[in-house]
């Protein structure tokens, strides 16, 4: 195969190569940002810092805050930055914009983009991003994050969909109000679920999928936009599946943090209960008939034990060994 096979089969990767971008994955998020103008900021509801002119009779306005803060999940080898980076530096005073990107893998250095090389799933990544913004929130996450596929895709997909769960905690740290997260989704089976989690945190949550994204391929991109948690929603990353938070009392959490899975008891009234004893002959004068278990274990771990009992082969208990006296000494000389 020539190198430039791979060109002409793949015209965002030669593309990419002629532009200047590290992967052709740049042009997934220049296509997303055509279609909602990510880099606008739009305001996107009445929720505060939209001004009180805004809040009148649509929901929905589009009051222009501009992008100047933004994180980059999984951002290796970096051409989403690189987009970040060109066009939020174009459009603000470049003191004014601050990105931050992570990735497992390092990356070579980019302008204007602080580079942290860690798991978005712990905590402490979290911590050092949120340090980055000394307090002020991020107008714009993005996360690409893919899993190391494995080809079976169930896992696959529940990897991709941690990875967002795990992009949408820390989100949940440093977007402000009215912000935008955007990530990469598999649209699997179970998709729904994460819709609908999503849902709770964002006012329009749509699902985009970019022409320069192959249509053989499972991904598209979740657009969520708004972001307005639940009244008294307080951050954190007790996702028990991520960083083994085995410390965080689930117990101990309140409100919107809480949440309830309803508990339903079933089952005709008249049903035996599986807490009382029974007599062995349920029905009167008929004889009680011992039916043996249709499949009884293969080789249980009990199984030597049995044989040693019937056999009497087991260690016998031996009578405690006379306690020997030490010899009585002469103390008088
Ligand atoms: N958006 C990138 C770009 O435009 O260059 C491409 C991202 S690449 C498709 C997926 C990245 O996700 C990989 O670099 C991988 O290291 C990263 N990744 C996967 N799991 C991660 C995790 N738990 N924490 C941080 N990065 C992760």
């Not at 200047?20 to 505060?48: H, I, N, P, T």
């Not at 849902?199 to 657009?223: D, H, L």
């Not at 965080?248 to 919107?256: A, C, H, I």
Request: charge should be neutral.
């Amino acid at each position: 195969m020539g190198r430039s096979s791979k060109d002409k089969r793949d015209i965002y990767y030669r593309l990419a190569k002629e532009e200047g971008w590290r992967a052709r994955s740049a042009f997934k998020l220049l296509q997303l940002d055509e279609e909602y103008q990510l880099f606008q900021g739009r305001c996107f509801s009445y929720v505060s810092p939209c001004p009180p002119i805004h809040q009148s009779a649509v929901p929905t306005c589009f009051y222009l805050l501009g992008v100047h803060r933004a994180v980059d999940l999984c951002a290796a080898p970096g051409s989403w930055s690189q987009v970040l980076s060109r066009k939020l530096r174009s459009s603000n005073e470049t003191s004014e914009v601050k990105i931050v990107a992570v990735d497992l893998q390092a990356m070579a250095p980019l302008p204007g983009v602080i580079q942290i090389q860690g798991d978005i799933t712990k905590v402490s990544t979290a911590h050092e991003i949120i340090r980055h913004f000394k307090g002020e929130p991020a107008d714009l996450v993005v996360c690409d994050g893919a899993p190391d596929v494995t080809g079976l895709h169930d896992i696959d997909e529940y990897i991709q969909a941690q990875l967002l769960l795990a992009a949408l905690n820390i989100t949940t740290h440093v977007l402000r109000t009215g912000g935008t997260f955007v990530a990469k989704i598999f649209r699997g089976k179970d998709v729904t679920l994460l819709y609908s989690q999503l849902k709770i945190f964002f006012q329009e949550v749509t699902c985009a999928k970019p022409r320069s994204s192959r249509n053989s391929s499972i991904e598209a991109f979740v657009v969520c936009q708004g972001y307005s948690p639940p009244e008294g929603y307080k951050p954190n990353m007790s996702n028990p599946l991520l960083d083994h938070c085995y410390d965080v009392d689930f117990n101990q959490l309140e409100g919107p943090n809480r949440v309830i899975v309803p508990f339903l008891a079933c089952g005709d009234l008249s049903a035996y209960d599986s807490d009382k004893t029974y007599p062995l002959q349920l029905d009167t004068g008929k004889e009680y008939n011992y039916v043996p278990p249709n499949q009884p274990p293969i080789r249980p771990p009990y199984q030597e034990a049995c044989f040693l009992k019937k056999n009497n082969l087991l260690a016998k208990e031996r009578p405690p060994s006379p306690v020997s006296t030490p010899p009585a000494t002469n103390t008088s000389e």
